[in-house]
Nanobody
């Protein structure tokens, strides 16, 4: 079992930066992939970014490419999402997720563990 907890959300102005953290309860398998998703009111949950627990592979949604960076600190069992140049359309609840598998995928149903989410609000 893997327990995930997001933190770092808050309210910021457009153009500001924010860093989200996702803390895992224990050592995450090297066969896991980690992902960030977001969901705005009235919208479907959408993929943001993914990273393998071991290795350097990452993948980003086109909407955040060049602005967001996913990274990890294996010694802390923590995954991060650095969000720069935030826009009002980035406003959503952001979720951390873990997938049992080595592939980087974008479908929420393919992820096995989820955090509670953290709210990000970007004002214009």
């Amino acid at each position: 079992q893997v327990q995930l907890r997001e933190s770092g959300g808050g309210s910021v102005q457009a153009g500001d930066s924010l860093r989200l953290s996702c803390a895992a309860s224990g050592r995450t398998s090297s066969t896991y992939a980690m992902g960030w998703f977001r969901q705005a009111p009235g919208k479907e949950r959408e993929f943001v970014a993914a990273i393998k627990w071991s290795g350097s592979s990452t993948y980003y949604a086109d909407s955040v490419k060049g602005r967001f960076t996913i990274s990890r600190d294996n010694t802390k069992n923590t995954v991060y999402l650095q969000m720069n140049s935030l826009k009002p359309e980035d406003t959503a609840v952001y979720y951390c997720a873990a997938r049992i598998g080595i592939g980087l995928v974008t479908t929420p149903a393919n992820y096995n563990y989820w955090g509670q989410g953290t709210q990000v609000t970007v004002s214009s």
